[in-house]
């Protein structure tokens, strides 16, 4: 597998274990080069719920969540299929 770009925004402040800027925990950071394709659509799904845990998406979440689904190389159709999946279940 090659070697993937991180979705590090420069602006890293980790609280309660996970970087405010990113959403990512400490683990997802220094273990990023090694995640499969479902470990990848994981790791969005995770950024989502935390990203929309204020009952919101505001741009800058969401731009973070596009930037971080283009850094995992997953095609626009997957990140469209699993955020539609989280929005269906967020509805339920």
Do not use: F
Request: proline letters at 2%; hydrophobic letters at 35%.
């Amino acid at each position: 597998m090659d070697v993937i770009d991180s979705p590090c925004q420069k602006k890293c402040e980790l609280v309660s274990d996970s970087c405010k800027s990113c959403k990512r925990t400490l683990q997802e950071i220094t273990e990023w080069s090694r995640y499969s394709d479902a470990h990848r659509e994981l790791i969005i799904k995770a950024m989502y719920y935390v990203a929309g845990s204020d009952g919101h998406l505001d741009d800058r979440e969401s731009e973070l969540l596009m930037h971080t689904a283009k850094v995992l190389e997953m095609t626009p159709a997957h990140i469209k299929g699993v955020l539609s999946e989280l929005d269906k279940g967020a509805n339920n």
